[in-house]
C-alpha cells in the first residue's frame, strides 16, 4: 500500500486546513487508517484514526472537538478536516495504514506510512 498526504500549508490561528491521504496498492483488504504529527523535538504522536467501516474513530484530546476524521473507501482516501488551529497545531502531519479493521492509537501498530504534509499555525 502506498500513501499520499497532501493538504498541508501555511495557515494563522483559527483557520482551517483539510489533509487528504490517497491510497494506491493492495486496498481491496481491510485497513484502519490513522493520522499523527510530529513537531520539531517532539516525539511522534496520534491524531485521530478511524475503522475499516468509518465508525469508529479517535481522537486525541487536543484535538477533539476541532478535527473531523473520514473515510472514502470507493476512492482509497481518508480525510482529516481541521478547524480552530492553533499554534500547537503546527507540525509535520502523517496518514498511516494498518492492516485489519480495528484502529490503534499506537504507532507501532501501522503497518505503512505516507510522506509527510507540514502544518505550520502563525500566531
Known amino acids: 500500500v502506498q500513501l499520499q498526504a497532501s493538504g498541508g500549508g501555511l495557515v494563522q490561528a483559527g483557520g482551517s486546513l483539510r489533509l487528504s491521504c490517497a491510497a494506491s496498492g493492495r486496498t481491496f483488504s481491510p485497513y484502519a487508517m490513522g493520522w499523527f504529527r510530529q513537531a520539531p523535538g517532539k516525539e511522534r504522536e496520534i491524531v485521530s484514526a478511524?475503522?475499516?467501516?468509518?465508525?469508529?474513530?479517535y481522537y486525541a484530546d487536543s484535538v477533539k472537538g476541532r478535527f473531523t476524521i473520514s473515510r472514502d473507501n470507493a476512492n482509497n482516501t481518508v480525510n482529516l478536516q481541521m478547524n480552530s488551529l492553533k499554534p500547537e497545531d503546527t507540525a509535520a502531519y502523517y496518514c498511516?495504514?494498518?492492516?485489519?479493521?480495528?484502529?490503534?492509537?499506537?504507532?507501532?501498530?501501522?503497518?505503512?506510512w505516507g510522506q509527510g504534509t507540514q502544518v505550520t499555525v502563525s500566531s
Open positions: 478511524i475503522n475499516w467501516s468509518g465508525l469508529s474513530t
Open positions: 498511516a495504514a494498518k492492516k485489519g479493521s480495528s484502529w490503534s492509537s499506537g504507532a507501532l501498530a501501522y503497518d505503512y
